[in-house]
């Protein structure tokens, strides 16, 4: 349980920096000090590119480290095709990338069960 709500709340700190992403202009006229106002609009869409995988880990390492690992969370690395689809869109500045990406909790336990039926 421990680890599964580390996992939710790191993934919530990333789409929420993500989301950060298209009000950074306005930020920046209120002084508000987001993380993509700090690092600037490249180094925070790499920064979510490395956290993004990192984070995704942390449930597969951990079952691994504690010997029991339920096949249905490799699910959830499907996750990362549709993460990186939503930061291309937010680079082009598609605002359609947004809306997918809060959306993103919804798709969980969908691929969990395509996890745990396709092994």
């Known amino acids: 349980a421990i680890v599964l709500t580390i996992f939710v709340y790191l993934k919530s700190f990333l789409m929420q920096v993500f989301l950060d992403l298209k009000d950074i202009e306005s ?13 600037g609009e490249e180094k925070t869409f ?31 690395l499907l996750i990362l095709p549709f993460n990186f689809y939503c930061f291309y869109l937010a680079r082009n500045k598609n605002y359609y990338a947004y809306v997918l990406q809060s959306g993103e909790f919804l798709l969980w336990p969908v691929l969990i069960i395509t996890g745990r039926s396709a092994f």
């Not at 995988?53 to 490799?74: A, D, E, G, N, T």
Request: proline share 7%; net charge positive; glycine share 2%.
């Open 27 to 39: 930020d920046k006229k209120e002084n508000l000090l987001t993380l993509p106002v700090i690092l």
């Open 46 to 76: 790499k920064f979510l590119k490395i956290s993004t995988i990192l984070v995704l880990f942390i449930p597969i390492i951990f079952s691994l480290f504690i010997r029991i690992f339920p096949y249905s969370i490799l699910g959830l």
